[in-house]
């Protein structure tokens, strides 16, 4: 079924937009006057023109955790309450506040009144619900308990929303500390000092060496400004392309995970995601090989992402999963235990979520240390340049001061 945006009037005189599915231009326009809408622009999602091209442009976006988590927490609210999938989602569609969201579920809608399995139409918008929530809900529906994993889906969501939140949390006091001190410093240098070089120059007085040092650093900077903003955005397109090589991303990965303080950080925070998604997809009834190679596409780390796929090949062949963890030589310890008591006690999934909120506890708290070495020690390079462009200031006025006594 064709999917179409719009702009209309609400009874107040409002303007409102969004998108709805119906079987023709005609059918759409009469959608919107039975919702008491007054369109102005009705047109396909799909067509061309500036307009819908920056319309799309939104529609295509990537789906936020906030907004997805919001939305599967309702559904599961409907689907609990025997309201039948296709008729939950046309009573969700219109309340979503986010086009991307709004259009892809609508068109999710559009297939399943075509025959199409929910999670299979899920599956058509990657970008949107990723490979993790597809799953989990064709176990759902497989299983009739569509309901409790939406729920446990929406969990995870939150979970995830919140680790994010608090990690870019953790980070501003810092960028904020580097961006004010970059400020003051290029400040410094681009307007104070250049008054100051010229009344020194006029005196035609010999100055310290802090100052003259920062004399040239100001013309460095003021001749080669324009290099080094080229040369920044060369590194930064450089970098980009260089991400889009599989081989520089797979020794990226290897890098990072023997990092010095940020490695065990990252494999914490790792292994977290890789647990708790584990256990969500097996609690919703996933078989352990396909939960396995679920995991494996949403680590993030080609490394480990490689070492789940020889974890699931050594689970085929009749490994438990804690000995073929420990085999790799990359989880860490603990987590390996915990995993082993859980298969012994027939509680694998349970323990899981345990090993889950364990490491997310464990890599907030060093978050919070690293957060808390970091800070005096960008306050303390602040300082010691800042304090180095004051002195190279005031050393000639010193020098200034003594000679007028003297004469």
Not at 320 to 342: D, N
Not at 353 to 358: G, N
Not at 372 to 387: D, R
Request: glycine content about 8%; overall charge positive; aromatic content about 6%.
């Amino acid at each position: 079924m064709p999917v179409f945006s719009y702009t209309a009037l609400n009874p107040s005189g409002k303007s409102v937009s969004g998108i709805l599915d119906a079987d023709s231009l005609g059918a759409a326009r009469k959608q919107l006057r039975q919702s008491e809408l007054y369109p102005t622009r009705i047109e396909p999602a799909e067509a061309g023109g500036a307009e819908t091209g920056w319309f799309s442009r939104i529609l295509n976006r990537r789906v936020g955790l906030e907004e997805l988590g919001t939305m599967t927490r309702q559904l599961a609210s409907l689907v609990s309450a025997n309201i039948p999938l296709v008729n939950a989602l046309s009573v969700l569609i219109p309340h979503l506040s986010a086009k991307a969201l709004q259009h892809r579920l609508s068109q999710v809608k559009s297939d399943m009144l075509e025959g199409t399995g929910f999670s299979a139409a899920l599956a058509r918008h990657p970008s949107a619900f990723p490979a993790l929530y597809v799953n989990m809900v064709r176990a759902g529906e497989m299983s009739g308990t569509l309901d409790l994993v939406l729920n446990r889906l929406a969990d995870i969501l939150e979970k995830q929303r919140q680790i994010r939140n608090r990690i870019w949390t953790a980070m501003v006091y810092p960028l904020f500390l580097t961006v004010t001190g970059l400020a003051i410093l290029i400040f410094l240098v681009a307007v104070v000092v250049p008054g100051m070089v010229q009344i020194f120059a006029d005196m035609k007085q010999v100055l310290p060496l802090p100052t003259r040092i920062l004399i040239r650093t100001g013309d460095f900077i003021s001749r080669w400004g324009w290099g080094m903003v080229v040369l920044a955005i060369g590194g930064l397109a450089g970098w980009r392309r260089a991400l889009r090589n599989e081989k520089f991303c797979h020794g990226l990965d290897r890098l990072v995970l023997r990092l010095p303080l940020i490695g065990r950080l990252n494999l914490q925070i790792i292994t977290a995601r890789i647990s708790r998604t584990l256990g969500s997809l097996l609690n919703s009834g996933v078989p352990m090989l396909t939960a396995i190679e679920i995991v494996a596409s949403v680590s993030g780390n080609r490394i480990l992402s490689e070492a789940m796929e020889v974890i699931r090949r050594k689970i085929e062949r009749g490994r438990p999963l804690a000995a073929s963890l420990e085999e790799t030589g990359l989880f860490p310890p603990l987590s390996v235990q915990m995993i082993r008591v859980g298969e012994q006690t027939g509680e694998l999934e349970q323990m899981l979520e345990k090993v889950a909120d364990f490491f997310d506890g464990e890599s907030e708290a060093r978050i919070a240390r690293l957060v808390s070495i970091v800070e005096p020690c960008l306050i303390l390079a602040m300082g010691l340049i800042v304090g180095f462009v004051v002195l190279s200031i005031c050393l000639p006025i010193f020098d200034m001061n003594r000679l007028v006594r003297i004469g």
